[in-house]
């Protein structure tokens, strides 16, 4: 495997990224609305409607199911809250902790699609499946330029959220709290784990689609799990901690790897030149 020619295709996809703004905006516009506009609303909800969190209205029980899931030190925690920071703090580290990995997912697809459907949008495929290097090389270079801005933003991020929400709800919280260790298991674990899983089936679908749109829309449906996990935690039907994150970090791990597996073992110079 010749490292020199991999960084070599990296690099060049990575300068495509930059000059191109149906790129990489996106990968500007959704980690600003994931992780920070969306939580610091979350954060200042309270003082939209003060009258309603001041009254109690906002009470423990008002969240229903999702409580019974959680274990008696958090509900402990929450006990000797009012119900202005049992908001916060649900908010915050519950309710929006499987929002962050629709971010590696994203961002993982983004690139990706970029990788073959836009080289054929821009002409430019032909040319570079005639470079001298190995197919292995040429697709582990198309692989590593997706997988490593995604996860590298993913941890930008992250610390631009850790920012906002604890400078949103220092006062109000009486001090830092946020994030805990499930989070940091999230981020550091499951998030590069799911960005594997949309960067295999994106590269999948890229290097068959004609156009980047088109590849993009077809990787759209990766979201849907995590609206699942969303829609399962508010439900009850499990806490979203740590055991359940090394649990789907491992799935997510096995899945992103097969794909990856099967993009490599279908990638082919003589496929591609004949879709072009």
Do not use: H
Not at 16 to 36: A, Q, S
Not at 211 to 226: C, D, K, M, N, Y
């Amino acid at each position: 495997m010749n490292w020199r020619a991999i960084r070599a295709i990296m690099r060049k996809d990575l300068r495509v990224v930059l000059t191109n703004r149906m790129v990489w905006v996106p990968m500007i516009i959704v980690p600003l609305f994931l992780m920070v506009l969306l939580p610091v609303a979350l954060v200042l909800a309270p003082t939209l409607d003060p009258d309603t969190f001041a009254s109690g209205e906002m009470m423990l029980d008002d969240f229903g199911p999702m409580l019974t899931a959680l274990p008696e030190p958090i509900r402990d925690r929450l006990a000797n809250m009012d119900s202005t920071q049992q908001w916060v703090y649900l908010a915050t580290t519950q309710l929006f902790a499987p929002m962050f990995l629709i971010l590696p997912i994203m961002l993982a697809s983004i690139v990706a699609s970029d990788s073959f459907a836009g080289e054929r949008e821009r002409g430019t495929l032909e040319p570079l499946l005639y470079t001298p290097v190995s197919d292995g090389e040429l697709f582990a270079g198309k692989v590593l330029a997706a997988l490593v801005p995604a996860v590298g933003l993913g941890l930008v991020g992250f610390a631009l959220n850790v920012v906002v929400v604890n400078a949103a709800g220092y006062r109000l919280m009486g001090g830092l709290f946020f994030p805990n260790v499930d989070w940091v298991l999230m981020v550091l674990l499951l998030g590069p784990a799911c960005a594997l899983i949309g960067l295999g089936v994106t590269v999948l679908v890229s290097s068959r689609a004609k156009t980047v749109t088109g590849a993009q829309q077809a990787s759209g449906a990766l979201v849907l799990p995590v609206v699942l996990l969303m829609v399962g935690q508010l439900a009850g039907a499990f806490y979203f901690g740590g055991g359940v994150i090394l649990g789907a970090t491992a799935v997510a791990l096995v899945i992103g790897l097969a794909l990856v597996w099967l993009g490599a073992r279908t990638f082919g110079r003589g496929e591609l030149v004949a879709r072009i």
